[in-house]
């Protein structure tokens, strides 16, 4: 089987992927990245790498996985067999996400909960909203990663570099996913992306937001089983 590195966004771990994973067993030998202990993108890259499946592998980054993948393509692009985009953009942050991130920083000094709260209602349509066990898999998920992990995460974040002067190195064979209605990476961005790796293919999921791999797992894991093969 094909080994396929996952790396998670904000405040997500493995099981925002475990659908995803099941739905790719016998297709792929999935593992899902820590990325909570760095607080700079490069340094997130670097702890994946030492993560990482020996030799070659393929890498799958959502949201802020994507922009350590970005990063993986810039210090270590041969280790690289294949690359999966989902839900992130190639942009740095704008001044405006950069001072809601830090309002959030603040408050998880003193109301993590609250963090969530604030966050929710932009990760998942309406209908995926209504559902408590989508809902409760990402109050659990950012629960266990606790609010100093949260802190270093948005710092990274908030630091990135803008990686669309380098998207023309990427030359692997790349898969970039949106979601129609992703109220925080617009399909634009995720085109934007994709048309700035050379040959790369995007599919874009309807009735889909943010959270494509717990929204649309099917989908998500059809789109990454073709793209493996």
Not at 63 to 83: C, F, N, T
Not at 164 to 171: E, V, W
Request: aromatic share 4%.
């Amino acid at each position: 089987m094909k080994p396929l590195f996952i790396l998670p966004g904000l405040l997500e771990d493995a099981d925002g992927f475990k659908q995803v994973i099941e739905a790719l067993a016998g297709t792929a030998r999935c593992t899902v990245a820590d990325l909570t202990r760095a607080d700079t993108i490069a340094d997130m890259a670097r702890d994946a790498l030492r993560q990482a499946p020996a030799g070659r592998f393929n890498l799958a980054g959502h949201s802020m996985g994507g922009y350590v993948a970005l990063e993986i393509m810039r210090q270590d692009p041969k280790r690289i067999e294949r690359l999966a985009l989902l839900n992130t953009n190639a942009r740095a942050d704008s001044a405006e996400s950069t001072e809601n991130r830090r309002r959030l920083v603040a408050l998880a000094d003193t109301d993590f909960e609250a963090v969530l709260a604030a966050m929710m209602p932009k990760l998942m349509t309406e209908e995926h909203l209504a559902d408590p066990l989508r809902t409760g898999v990402i109050g659990a998920m950012k629960m266990a990663i606790g609010p100093e992990a949260f802190k270093r995460q948005q710092a990274a974040i908030m630091a990135r570099v803008d990686s669309r002067p380098r998207l023309g190195d990427i030359h692997c064979p790349t898969l970039v996913i949106a979601g129609r209605e992703d109220a925080l990476m617009p399909v634009e961005w995720l085109e934007e992306l994709a048309a700035g790796i050379p040959r790369a293919h995007l599919e874009v999921i309807e009735k889909c937001g943010h959270m494509a791999a717990l929204e649309k797992p099917e989908q998500v894991a059809e789109l990454l089983k073709k793209w493996l093969a």
